[in-house]
Structures are given as C-alpha cells and as structure tokens.
C-alpha cells in the first residue's frame, strides 16, 4: 500500500506539474523529486520484501494493510509540509513578502500620523 500511495501521489503531483504553467512557479518539481524519491524507496522495500516472504507478500492481512495505509499517507503529507515549508522560505511569488511589507508600511504610516497629531 505504501508504493501504491506514494506511487500516486507522484503520479498526479507530475500530471498537475507538466498541465499547469503555475505550478510549475510554485516550485512543484521540489513536491515531485519526494514523492518519486518516495516510490523508489518503497519500491527497493518491496523487493527486498518479496525476496524474502515470496508469494505471501502478495497476501498480507488487514492489519498490515491498514499500518501500510496509515504510513503511505503519512508519507504524502509529510512530503507535502517539506514542501510548505520550502514555499514559505523561498517565497517564489513574492506574496509573503509583498504581504510583511505592506504592513511594515501600515505600521510606519500610522506612526507617523500619529507624530504628526501631538
């Protein structure tokens, strides 16, 4: 369940990727590289699984199928935070920026109009 969320995960993120000229401002590659890195990862997993358990890998039971979902998901929202986190430092489009300076500049005004009172 991990490669196959993760899997998905990369999928779509590279579809909205390669579709959308904006996501590709909004530093999506960064999304992608974890989730593919993600899928590889679990991919590897998933060989070396099978290398030692053979055909019962391909039967695992509901508990194993539900810790699978609950990790793949953790996974993608993990990747997606990182990548949330890289947006709110880099900022691409200026909009954070913009928004801190147009109240830096409120404050200053304010300020002096009120200098400008007494």
Known sequence: MTLLISTIAAIIATVIWYV???ARQLKCGILI?????????????????YAELKAAYFTPSAADMLNDT??????????LIIWLVYMLITDPLGTL????FLKQNENVSKKD??????
Do not use: C, Q, T
Not at 33 to 48: H, K
Not at 97 to 100: G, H, I, P, Q, R
Not at 113 to 118: E, L
């Open 33 to 49: 590289w974890l989730y593919w890195g993600a899928s590889l990862m679990w991919l590897g997993d998933a060989i070396f699984e």
């Open 70 to 79: 609950f990790l793949g998901l953790s996974v993608v929202v993990l990747a």
């Open 20 to 22: 959308n000229p904006k």
């Open 113 to 118: 109009s009120f200098k400008k009172a007494n």
């Open 97 to 100: 920026k913009s928004e801190l």
